[in-house]
């Protein structure tokens, strides 16, 4: 067997706590320097007057009621999505399994982020979010890095209200891409209608997984992103839901 092969196979919490420190090292550089290549996206995610993304926006509209809660999934030291919805107050939860080492990182660069990530695995988000709460559940780019992505696609549909949407956007194949080193343990496509997780020796579609709890309503067309809405399912029999 390759060391490519024995990279593919099952991923493990072994797998994934090597694959920290090299995740820190990133980070660190990246807090340090205000953004590494890329200072606009530090100053965005900083920046309290940042709109949340056009595509995200468009979404959240769609709720009734001057409060919109928001979950963003894996967010890592500072949340990217933006802190403003026009006319509507953005009520903001980030989450990441290495949020306390994030801390230690934010504090040895003299930042603070207007949005704290709370320690929480994306696995287990049911154990410390409430259930049925969130209009919109986000995940971007971190699915890939999980143990498990269709447990914390579960998890998010879980803590999204009934009637609430939950948004998957992830670059395609990624794994494949980074030869499975560091966090890059799985792959997301889309293929036909469906958003597919897969590595060598497994293979999940996302549409059936969640069939029984939700439904896939929109799918993005870039090849080069895995970009996927789903909709959580009402109590049959219940009128359209709106929260106040």
């Not at 959240?60 to 030291?77: E, T, Y």
């Not at 995940?139 to 998890?155: E, F, K, Q, W």
């Not at 949407?165 to 966090?183: K, W």
């Not at 060598?200 to 939700?214: C, E, I, L, M, Y």
Request: glycine share 8%; charged share 30%.
């Amino acid at each position: 067997m390759t060391g490519r092969e024995a990279k593919r196979g099952g991923p493990d919490r072994s797998r994934w706590e090597t694959g920290k420190s090299s995740e820190l090292k990133f980070w660190a550089a990246w807090l340090s320097s205000g953004g590494l290549g890329w200072p606009d996206d530090y100053r965005q995610r900083q920046d309290p007057q940042t709109p949340l993304a056009p595509h995200l926006s468009r979404l959240a509209l769609s709720f009734k009621g001057p409060r919109i809660r928001v979950l963003d999934v894996g967010a890592g030291p500072l949340t990217r999505l933006g802190k403003v919805v026009p006319g509507r107050v953005l009520e903001l939860t980030a989450v990441d399994a290495m949020a306390l080492d994030y801390d230690r990182l934010l504090a040895r660069a003299g930042v603070t982020p207007l949005v704290r990530s709370r320690p929480l695995e994306s696995e287990r988000l049911t154990e410390r979010l409430p259930r049925d709460h969130f209009d919109l559940s986000y995940a971007v780019n971190t699915l890939d890095h999980s143990i498990d992505p269709i447990l914390c696609i579960d998890g998010m549909i879980a803590v999204t209200r009934p009637g609430g949407l939950i948004v998957l956007e992830h670059a395609s194949d990624e794994a494949e891409r980074e030869r499975y080193e560091g966090f890059h343990q799985w792959n997301l496509r889309r293929e036909g209608d469906d958003l597919i997780v897969w590595r060598v020796g497994s293979r999940r579609s996302v549409r059936a997984a969640t069939a029984h709890r939700a439904s896939v309503v929109e799918l993005g067309e870039d090849p080069e992103t895995a970009y996927a809405v789903l909709r959580k399912h009402l109590p049959l029999g219940s009128p359209a839901s709106v929260r106040s």
